[in-house]
């Protein structure tokens, strides 16, 4: 009897070490799907090896500057012997990512590399003559996230203008839209809102490569840069960042997943009011709440609205750090169940004016005028106090949307 135990025990665990051999990520049977795009950074060295040769290099980068294998761009741009890398240029959440919004970084040396890093966010957010004292090449290698309210797209302009002031050709090495690179909706800003979270009059949702805006940004706003940007391989306007099978590394610390690129545009408004955003929980900008609010009321509202390709559903949350910090709050999640109909702005515009109209006693826009910032204007804000419908106020930012479209489309490279 033992021995028949002891042989359908042996039996046993054999099946099982098999089982678990097969399945294992090193089996061979595995199949692992290759990207199916090359990014700047994977086509930089093959195209401009020549142009590049013995020049030093200016990087402005940070945790996405990655190739399809996940190697860091500084480090494959540190390790080739024709270049020289001098110096390294940190946006908003530095270099290596390890700071929160608007967290100041000073500059520093690189651990691993013993290059000086200059950061490009605080005071100082324009590389300086004395920044560029050893740079013969100013390279940009960072992934946006398709919203003109992200700082990248500006650190990026004002390097531009400092390459053009200090005679130092500009290149960027493009990546993909992760929203895609086909729908743009939203106001466009107006000039007097310009900010470091929007810096020129381009809408809410540009639907172009951070590489297209750079050419966008070099000719229609005059900066005159002697700029490359080097293009990406089989990249289509169609795709959205998953359809490109690249790995996906956050952008910064409080977009940590594709699907915060889709909902950003709708709920990083909500950041101008005293409604949670959903920082300091593991889905910012897929959470919105506050402990004043009622989250199977809203979600019974907002579903009853019937936007395209996004439902809410009834959530409640502690943060632990911004809005709300340690408070439980009430509200929703936003699920984009089709990334195609899903419109953004429609949807934000929607999300604040069910808020502001159900809770008229406790939902307020801050006082700090980040809104109108993010809003790209000042008329937004009113119009939803005044209890204007949100078809007239998109009507109203229709007319400058469809001039920035055909001007976008003289930028277009894919």
């Not at 990087?59 to 110096?87: C, M, Q, R, W």
Request: aromatic residues 12%; charged residues 25%.
């Amino acid at each position: 009897m033992r021995k028949t135990i002891f042989a359908f025990l042996t039996g046993f665990i054999m099946f099982g070490t098999i089982t678990a051999a097969s399945a294992s990520p090193d089996s061979k049977n595995q199949t692992v799907k290759k990207p199916k795009v090359q990014t700047g950074i994977d086509t930089l060295l093959p195209a401009y090896k020549k142009q590049l040769k013995g020049k030093r290099v200016g990087f402005i980068t940070n945790p996405t500057g990655i190739n399809a294998s996940l190697k860091s761009s500084v480090d494959i741009l540190y390790e080739n012997p024709d270049i020289k890398l001098t110096a390294l240029f940190g946006p908003e959440h530095g270099v290596r990512g390890d700071a929160q919004a608007g967290d100041e970084i000073g500059s520093y040396i690189d651990e691993k590399t013993g290059i000086p890093v200059y950061s490009l966010y605080g005071e100082t957010k324009k590389p300086t003559p004395e920044m560029l004292r050893n740079v013969d090449v100013l390279m940009f290698d960072i992934q946006d996230v398709g919203t003109r309210y992200y700082t990248y797209i500006y650190t990026m302009a004002y390097a531009m203008e400092a390459a053009k002031e200090n005679d130092i050709p500009f290149m960027v090495l493009d990546r993909p839209n992760p929203q895609g690179g086909k729908h743009i909706e939203g106001p466009v800003l107006e000039p007097e809102y310009a900010s470091f979270v929007g810096l020129y009059p381009i809408p809410l949702k540009h639907g172009m490569t951070i590489g297209e805006l750079a050419v966008l940004f070099n000719k229609e706003f005059d900066i005159g840069a002697d700029l490359t940007v080097v293009k990406m391989k089989h990249w289509k306007r169609k795709m959205d960042f998953n359809d490109t099978r690249l790995p996906f590394v956050l952008p910064s610390p409080n977009m940590p997943t594709v699907e915060s690129t889709f909902v950003y545009p709708a709920t990083g408004l909500i950041e101008g009011t005293n409604i949670s955003e959903g920082r300091g929980t593991t889905k910012p900008f897929e959470f919105i709440g506050a402990p004043f609010i009622k989250s199977t009321k809203l979600e019974e509202i907002l579903n009853s609205l019937n936007l395209p390709g996004v439902t809410f559903r009834a959530a409640s949350f502690t943060p632990t750090f911004s809005k709300y910090q340690g408070t439980l709050c009430h509200g929703v999640q936003l699920y984009v169940t089709d990334r195609e109909t899903f419109e953004a702005t429609r949807t934000g515009l929607s999300l604040i004016k069910t808020l502001h109209d159900l809770y008229p006693e406790d939902f307020e826009f801050l006082s700090t005028g980040s809104f109108d910032k993010l809003a790209g204007n000042g008329w937004i804000k009113t119009e939803i106090v005044n209890g204007t419908s949100i078809e007239d106020i998109i009507d109203r930012y229709e007319k400058p949307l469809k001039q920035f479209s055909k001007t976008r489309k003289k930028y277009l490279i894919y």
